[in-house]
């Protein structure tokens, strides 16, 4: 059992799977694209990481990247679904 809450474990993915996030400290208001300098494969991957790491379902991988325009809304989202 992950003791870690959703944050932390949606945080610690973003800072090893985004290029501009690795050296950050992460708050839930930093916009994907402009704060953390996601791109589209960067963030693609981000979302399959978080799918592994939550046993989300492929169908709600869509949903994730069209809600989702900050890391809080990322966190939101898994914490809606887990």
């Known amino acids: 059992m992950n003791t870690q809450s959703a944050e932390q474990r949606v945080f610690a993915l973003a800072r090893k799977m985004l290029p501009g996030a690795a050296n950050l ?10 704060d953390l300098n996601a791109d589209s494969l960067s963030l693609v991957s ?20 069209t809600e989702s325009r900050t890391i809080g809304d990322l966190v939101a989202a898994v914490e809606r679904r887990d």
């Open 25 to 34: 400290t992460i708050t839930g208001d930093m916009d994907l694209l402009t």
């Open 46 to 65: 981000l979302i399959f990481a978080i799918e592994e790491e939550f046993g989300l379902e492929s169908t709600e991988l869509g949903a994730l990247v």
